[in-house]
């Protein structure tokens, strides 16, 4: 007999509980499987695979394309999901195999069957060999589900499901006890998390100082290449948390946690800090510094080179110069920077609090960079979120980020402001890119470096999937934080993963539930899916969370519109409009809700009125789910290649 080895597609295919259904029902187990046959038969041979065994309930089928078994399998399962429905599953995986007549062999056709066995009725499984066959079909949606040991198979396997709307997708509940599900969360040797430090100081008000401490030791650790450090977002989410090492070891991928406390009394401070091993609770060291207030910069200087030294990790002369850098001269500019610092990470209200703080600090030192870098922070979110017009205050960002970049130009924080200054006002690509790419190569572990690339790169250099990936590597930096998983969900939303959109969302709002962005997000996704009563539910939580803010406000007008509620989408209109008169709405979401109630030309004044405001959110014109609808209109183009967009 003739043997041959070569590359195929591998699709298993059976239908779930066929010998109960013959013993409860054979006439309808019988119909179920003629339409099951009838169906594959006619899908294989459509997409040029070939039937290798058909019998009972189950078949093998071989594809000399994985893209060829994907769409087979697709029109198959989607047909068994119509009435009467068959409760069939596959499994595709993509190998090397020894064909032998109509016999196939190998290592590759266990991984299949053992995946086909893995899914649930509805769904189709695809091992990650397959997946990155097809991963930039646009059209074929996935989600992983983690990476898994198969009996009898020697490697772990990645398992993706596709996602598209109409196929099944399991939940973990549903793997259980189906095979062992392998973290792949890497643990590295060199990797520490900082917890904010304790406030001990009988004043609460000095919380700020006790975190700002904290996190000037976190970000001198985070310019050392040899070591991984966890976002200081994700740390800060077990403050005030009695909680097991172990788990926030498990939970940022961490080997060894800081913690300590403050307490600070007029002029005097007393500093702990131990260095712990989570693994086993260990204090690999620790030490209590009794010192005046004005020696806080060389404590926390001391405090980075012993993690260090007791990390053996070799410092090169760049990485010891940035921890040992004086950052000011003024113990006051240094207070009010902390607190800056402080409310700016409330967002909302604290936004304006802290810009006021940031600005107390450099007018106490004018040569004090991150506190010009706080202030260019503040203005641009303030720009974005639309609480001030991009004129008013893009320009001072603008100035603030570099001015702080001419006192220091190793500062991560102001090239990340600049380049998203670039982005969502100048419109300047080239420049953006340059300077986003420069705030990474400085501190590859800034996590709001990858965060804003990863949309310049979905919204302006239509690259969803580099996009997706810069969005993944700020998660793993801040697994804990919801504006990670937002602006994933975005860069997914650009490549029309809609499903994984949605879960990603759905992480974001799991990690904090009064973000209205993630629910604004999940709401986008769901009309992707054209899932549009769902969305006004989701939207109207975005609406509510967000005391009416005109983002999700035009979403959910165009939401209203999609499903015929043509009534409710013209209140929300009517008030933005009406709101437009008296406070800065962008003329975008105005442009959103007119177009989406069929009001062509007001929505064109708007859309001229969001370009001429220079509204950061028209640098998605293209990108954005919400603009499907208008790609084709001649208007909407025009606008585009004003944009300049790079080709």
């Not at 060829?68 to 499994?91: D, F, H, K, S, Y």
């Amino acid at each position: 007999m003739s043997q041959s080895r070569q590359l195929t597609a591998i699709m298993f295919a059976d239908i779930v509980g066929y010998t109960a259904m013959m013993q409860e029902d054979e006439s309808l187990a019988l119909n179920l499987r003629n339409k099951f046959k009838k169906k594959l038969e006619q899908e294989v041979a459509a997409h040029h695979g070939n039937i290798l065994e058909l019998k009972g309930d189950g078949s093998l089928s071989i594809f000399t394309s994985t893209i060829e078994g994907v769409n087979a399998a697709l029109a198959l399962q989607l047909n068994m999901q119509t009435i009467p429905v068959v409760p069939v599953r596959i499994g595709i995986h993509t190998g090397d195999v020894i064909i032998e007549e109509n016999n196939i062999y190998g290592d590759s056709v266990n991984i299949a069957s053992r995946l086909e066995s893995f899914a649930i009725p509805g769904s189709i499984f695809i091992s990650g060999k397959g997946y990155d066959d097809i991963k930039n079909q646009h059209y074929i949606q996935t989600i992983s589900l983690g990476n898994f040991a198969l009996k009898n198979v020697k490697e772990q396997v990645e398992i993706f499901a596709i996602s598209n709307p109409g196929i099944k997708v399991p939940s973990d509940k549903n793997l259980e006890g189906k095979g062992e599900k392998i973290t792949n969360k890497k643990v590295l040797q060199k990797s520490i998390a900082v917890l904010p430090f304790v406030n001990m100081s009988n004043d609460p008000e000095q919380e700020y100082f006790s975190d700002g401490i904290a996190e000037e030791i976190l970000n001198s650790l985070a310019h050392i290449k040899d070591l991984k450090v966890a976002g200081r977002t994700s740390s800060y989410q077990f403050k005030g948390k009695n909680i097991d090492l172990r788990e926030v070891g498990d939970k940022l991928g961490v080997s060894t946690v800081l913690e300590g406390s403050v307490r600070k009394q007029g002029n005097h401070l007393r500093i702990t800090a131990q260095l712990i091993n989570v693994e086993d609770g260990f204090h690999i060291w620790s030490e209590k510094y009794d010192r005046e207030l004005d020696d806080v910069f060389v404590i926390q200087d001391e405090i980075a080179i012993t993690i260090t030294e007791k990390l053996k990790i070799t410092l090169l002369d760049t990485e010891k110069a940035i921890i040992q850098k004086l950052i000011t001269f003024h113990q006051e500019a240094y207070d009010y920077y902390l607190k800056g610092r402080f409310f700016w990470k409330k967002r909302g209200p604290g936004l304006k609090k802290g810009l006021q703080y940031f600005q107390l600090a450099v007018e106490t030192d004018p040569l004090f960079a991150l506190a010009h870098a706080g202030i260019a922070d503040s203005y641009s979110l303030l720009a974005f979120y639309s609480v001030m017009a991009p004129h008013d205050a893009m320009p001072r960002a603008k100035k603030a980020a570099l001015t702080a970049i001419s006192i220091d130009e190793s500062l991560v924080e102001a090239w990340t402001s600049l380049a998203f200054i670039s982005l969502m006002y100048d419109w300047n690509w080239a420049d953006a890119k340059k300077q986003f790419q420069k705030a990474i190569s400085i501190n590859p572990n800034y996590a709001a470096a990858h965060n804003w690339y990863s949309t310049f790169l979905t919204w302006i250099e239509n690259k969803p999937e580099e996009g997706i990936h810069e969005s993944k590597i700020a998660t793993e930096l801040e697994p804990l934080v919801a504006i990670s998983y937002s602006l994933l969900a975005n860069s997914l939303l650009g490549a029309e993963k809609y499903i994984e959109a949605m879960k990603a969302s759905r992480t974001a709002i799991e990690l904090e539930a009064d973000s209205f962005l993630s629910y604004w997000f999940l709401g986008v996704s769901l009309i992707g899916l054209e899932r549009y009563t769902e969305a006004i539910e989701v939207l109207k939580t975005s609406v509510h969370i967000s005391a009416r803010h005109a983002w999700p406000l035009a979403e959910l007008c165009n939401a209203y519109s999609l499903a015929g509620e043509n009534a409710e989408a013209q209140k929300l209109l009517d008030e933005l409009i009406s709101r437009s008169k008296t406070e800065f709405i962008s003329g975008m979401f105005l442009f959103i809700a007119a177009y989406s109630l069929k009001h062509y030309d007001l929505a064109f004044e708007f859309l001229e009125k969001s370009f001429e405001q220079r509204d950061g959110t028209l640098a998605g014109c293209r990108a954005w789910p919400g603009f499907a609808q208008m790609k084709n209109d001649t208007r909407f183009l025009t606008m585009i290649k004003r944009m300049n967009f790079p080709e």
